[in-house]
């Protein structure tokens, strides 16, 4: 999910910011390839510099930055169309320190409701949470009644919790300079580890 407006951050495209001598970007992908079958990148901007990673690129369908949600179901919509019964797992592209493991946790407490979302000392992370296809239908109908949040939608639809709360060094967004000067820190001494 690269599809923000990086507002408390000056406008910037979060993917694209250098932690750790490459771009947010890099560091999730490189974390999430080796647990899916299929990456895609949700982004609004800059899409020629995601598409050089060579993955599908998908923009949501509304002008501006109309929210994660937004783009939870643009990629549900092309996952939909490309295996009927699936699920995707979403991620922000700010998030450069995920757990190797989260797919397989995510969809093991899934189950079959096929909707669960990552749980960790600071609460509900929404934008990191794994949705079926079987959502979709709902997930446009709520949005065109206008819901925006992510965490409300997750919420009203009953999302299994999954609690990450022991993966002290994992980063699940970066929002704020100070934010990003910890995730710095965090990355120079798990490098030095």
């Given amino acids: ?26 560091h999730v992908l490189g974390t999430l390839e080796p647990q899916v079958d299929k990456v895609m ?8 510099s995601y598409a050089a990673y060579g993955h599908d690129i998908l923009s949501d369908s509304l002008p501006g930055f109309a929210g994660p949600l937004a783009g939870m179901l643009a990629a549900l919509r092309r ?7 699936s699920r995707c797992l979403f ?4 998030a450069p320190l995920l757990p190797d493991n989260l797919a ?3 969809n093991e407490s899934a189950g079959r409701r096929e909707l669960a979302v990552v749980k ?17 239908d709902c997930l446009e109908a709520d949005f065109e009644a206008g819901e925006r949040s992510p965490a ?10 999954v ?18 000067a910890r995730a710095q820190q965090t990355l120079g001494n798990a490098s030095a580890a």
């Fill in 79 to 85: 996952v939909a169309t490309l295996n009927h019964r």
């Fill in 120 to 136: 960790t000392i600071d609460g509900l992370q929404p934008v990191c949470c794994l949705v079926g296809t079987e959502y979709l």
């Fill in 104 to 106: 397989d946790r995510l």
């Fill in 152 to 161: 409300a939608w997750l919420k009203r639809h009953k999302a299994t919790p």
């Fill in 1 to 26: 999910m690269a599809g923000g407006a990086g507002k408390r951050l000056g406008g910037v495209d979060k993917g694209l910011i250098n932690l750790g001598g490459q771009p947010l970007v890099e």
């Fill in 41 to 48: 990148i949700v982004a609004n901007r800059h899409l020629d």
């Fill in 91 to 94: 991620v922000p592209v700010d």
């Fill in 163 to 180: 609690n990450f709360s022991e993966v002290r060094e994992a980063i699940w967004s970066l929002n704020t300079p100070e934010e990003l």
